[in-house]
Each structure stands twice: as C-alpha cells, then as structure tokens.
C-alpha cells in the first residue's frame, strides 16, 4: 500500500504570495492533519480534518486555512506570506485514534 | 496544554554504544508515539505506545503513564541510527487528535 504522499517536494514563494499544499492520506485513514516544523524545532501542530470537517486547529494565523476532499486527501492554503512561513510542512494521516503515519513533507522557503 | 520535554537535546556515541533518550509530559495523554527523523525531513514510526514496553530488533521502549514519562533504549547503536528523534504526546484533554511534539534528541553515531 502507498503511504501518505504529498506535492509538491519543494516550492520558493516570494513574500506576500499565496501557496497550496497537497496531500494524500494511506487508503482507508479518514483523518488528515497538517504540521509546520521550522529547522531546528520538533513539528508544530496547525490542523486536523476528519471526514471533511475540521476538529482541531493550532495556534497559527488566520492566513493559515485547509479543507478535506471527499476522497479524504487535504489542501493547505497559507496566504500573504511571510520569510518567517518558511519550513517543512508535514501531513500525517490516521485510522482513528491509532498512531500517526506521516508523509514526506513539502519544503517552502519564502524569499 | 500539555507540554513535552526530551533529554538530552543532543548525544555522541560510539557505534555499538547503548543510550536511553527520555520524554516526560505534564498531563495525561491519550497515546504516544516515537519517531526518527532522517535527514531528508522523513518521520520513520518507531513505536506507538501508550504504555507499557515495546521491542523491535534493537530498539525498545517503556511509558509510564501514570509518571508521565517514556523512554527509547537503543542497544549496540549503528551509524544508521544517526538523526533526530522525536516523542509525541496526544493531549488527552481535547476533542480531537492534538499531537504535541517535543523539541527532539540529536543522535550522532561515530565510527
């Protein structure tokens, strides 16, 4: 089975700009949630979907949305950029409340 | 919420050295897991356990629920091993999956 995939691998944005962020979650997990890990730290938890619906949301910005497709995958949208944006940004995906598998991530560098 | 600590933040070894990396956390937890990060950003799943030990090939862990601590033994440690490793917590105060990462332990393994 494939694991959690995402897209792209690596994107430069310029400040101000907007990026989208996709991922797949493992056939079968109907939860999807979003991290933000900056060099140097541990992943910071930013969302977490679940059948289409959001159940959780970290302490980020309003510039921060996502939404959850009916075949489970999810977007991140974070808007007007900031150099402080740039990071690893990590999806993992569950089968409910069992432990976490996470994907590749996306690298975004904001220049 | 709750918050994670790891000791030590970074570790040396000689290869075939043994180590134990800690993780405490301040309130109770609906689960925890352990992970290694490689150097491409890829979380590998080491053990999902909320308490109780583990074993799997070189590797084993313990968390004790009750004293809000778990540990990660690494026996006769290889170069592989190198990397970061992470515990997260589950808050067990929330209503959806809010994983708490702690801040990671930086193992290096010399030849």
């Known amino acids: 089975d494939a694991g959690v995939t995402q897209s792209p691998t690596h994107l430069i944005k310029t400040r101000g700009q907007q990026v989208t962020l996709r991922c797949s979650p493992i056939?079968?997990?109907?939860?999807v949630s979003w991290y933000q890990q900056v060099l140097g730290q541990g992943p910071q938890f930013i969302f977490q979907y679940y059948e289409k619906e959001e159940r959780g949301r970290g302490n980020f910005p309003d510039r921060f949305s996502a939404r959850q497709f009916p075949n489970y995958s999810s977007e991140l949208n974070v808007n007007a950029l900031l150099l402080g944006d740039s990071a690893l940004y990590l999806c993992?995906?569950?089968?409910?409340?069992?432990?976490?598998?996470f994907g590749p991530g996306t690298r975004l560098t904001v220049t | 919420g709750i918050q994670v600590e790891q000791s030590p933040p970074d570790l040396i070894l000689q290869e075939g050295a043994n180590s134990t990396l800690r993780c405490n956390f301040s309130d109770s937890v609906n689960n925890l897991q352990w992970f290694h990060q490689n150097p491409w950003g890829q979380l590998i799943n080491l053990f999902y356990i909320p308490s109780g030990t583990k074993q799997n090939g070189r590797l084993s862990a313990t968390t004790v629920a009750t004293e809000r601590y778990s540990l990660l033994y690494i026996s006769s440690s290889q170069t592989t091993d190198s990397g970061v490793y992470f515990c997260?917590?589950?808050?067990?105060?929330?209503?959806?999956?809010?994983?708490?990462f702690g801040p990671g332990t930086s193992l290096s393994v010399i030849p």
């Open positions: 993992a995906s569950r089968l409910s409340s069992y432990e976490q598998y």
């Open positions: 056939s079968g997990h109907k939860s």
């Open positions: 997260a917590a589950e808050d067990g105060k929330t209503s959806y999956d809010k994983v708490i």
